[in-house]
């Protein structure tokens, strides 16, 4: 009788994770309603290719994209070295991102840096100090509001990269 009941415990819990998954899809108990990213994600940017840019894809590497203001000395220098801070707070993982500042005049950059300069003006869906996450076949995919919170950015991006290995 001992056998038994050890036999009927053991196919209980085997078996209970497919029943109470489904009802918990079924009835959507205990699934996040909500999205993780802290940045938008439901955008229609086209790819970076078919902004009006020089840039390339590099197929290998995630891009952190940020646009400067025209008229930028000490504020594009600040934004500058807080990317640069939590570009390197990525540890390991810094090598597999690239950091592209966007702006319509050639700017000193720091290091890990590229400055693409924008061919015409920029399209109306720039905003001065608008950062984008961009995939390595280049499409945007978190999209965040002028002067974002860098924590939300970095916690996004260490996420993607995580999820995403080489």
Not at 22 to 36: E, S
Not at 49 to 69: F, G, K, M
Not at 134 to 140: A, N, Y
């Amino acid at each position: 009788m001992k056998a038994k009941l050890q036999l009927i415990v053991l196919i209980v819990v085997l078996g209970a994770p497919v029943p109470v998954a489904w009802a918990m899809l079924h009835w959507q108990v205990g699934i996040p309603q909500t999205d993780v990213a802290r940045g938008e994600l439901d955008h229609q940017l086209p790819p970076l290719n078919q902004w009006p840019l020089e840039w390339q894809a590099s197929n290998e590497r995630w891009s952190l994209v940020w646009s400067a203001p025209q008229a930028c000395a000490t504020d594009c220098q600040a934004q500058a070295d807080q990317w640069w801070r939590m570009h390197r707070a990525l540890g390991r993982k810094a090598a597999r991102v690239e950091r592209l500042r966007l702006s319509e005049q050639q700017q000193k950059v720091l290091p890990g840096e590229a400055n693409l300069q924008w061919q015409g003006s920029p399209p109306i869906w720039v905003e001065d100090f608008q950062v984008w996450l961009v995939d390595p076949q280049g499409i945007v995919v978190t999209r965040y509001a002028a002067l974002p919170d860098i924590e939300d950015v970095h916690q996004d991006l260490a996420r993607l990269l995580k999820r995403n290995p080489e």
